[in-house]
T-cell receptor, first 111, second 113 residues
């Protein structure tokens, strides 16, 4: 079993819909990152969480440390949100910023 | 401010050859991480350099190596290329070895014929 599991693997939504991506992990962590990867490979860091909730524009990320679970929500989704969203954790025992990644969720938002 | 820059963007090599990939971190960042993203697989940790020294490496054979220069730029070397090495190689820079935002380069896409 992977240390970081994401669901769903693929998601198709209509423009304007609310999207939720889930990330579950099995190790103690000191931080969790949500990343966005567009076609062509470029990766952008969206959020870094160690507790609670963060919001940036239409994106909201939450984390429940006790349940070892995080969610990324996209409100009023838009075709430009189409990308792969990756959850990555920094295990407590890891040195530096060595991360363990989920397999990603491929999101397609149709106009 | 310039972001993390990687070169080249694409490489095509043949089996058995050697490649060198380069990364320049954001100014002031001392840590550079290398990750491999093979087709259909998630990102895998390769190497971590900080202040010119190798701090940690992932589960990759010794033919994957690198170094970090005094200006904190870094090279990733892959010797004796094999058919399982094609991937997007990503460089990540960060300021400290702690919980802070990470900055990704655009990657080098390596093909092996």
């Amino acid at each position: 079993k992977n240390e970081v599991e994401q669901s769903p693997q693929n998601l198709t939504a209509q423009e304007g819909e609310f999207i939720t991506i889930n990330c579950s992990y099995s190790v103690g962590i000191s931080a969790l990152h949500w990343l966005q990867q567009h076609p062509g490979g470029g990766i952008v860091s969206l959020f870094m969480l160690s507790s609670g909730k963060k919001k940036h524009g239409r994106l909201i990320a939450t984390i429940n440390i006790q349940e070892k679970h995080s969610s990324l929500h996209i409100t009023a989704s838009h075709p430009r949100d189409s990308a792969v969203y990756i959850c990555a954790v920094r295990p407590i025992k890891a040195a530096g910023n060595k991360l363990t990644f989920g397999g990603g969720t491929r999101v397609l938002v149709k106009p | 401010e310039a972001g993390v820059t990687q070169s080249p963007t694409h490489l095509i090599k043949t089996r058995g050859q050697q490649v060198t990939l380069r990364c320049s971190p954001i100014s002031g960042h001392t840590s550079v991480y290398w990750y491999q993203q093979a087709l259909g697989l998630g990102l895998q940790f390769l190497l971590w350099y900080d202040e010119g020294e190798e701090r940690n490496r992932g589960n990759f054979p010794p033919r994957f190596s690198g170094r970090q220069f005094p200006n904190y730029s870094s090279e990733l070397n892959v010797n004796a290329l094999e058919l399982e090495d094609p991937a997007l190689y990503l460089c990540v820079s960060s300021l400290e070895t702690g919980n802070e935002k990470l900055f990704f380069g655009s990657g080098t896409q390596l093909s092996v014929l």
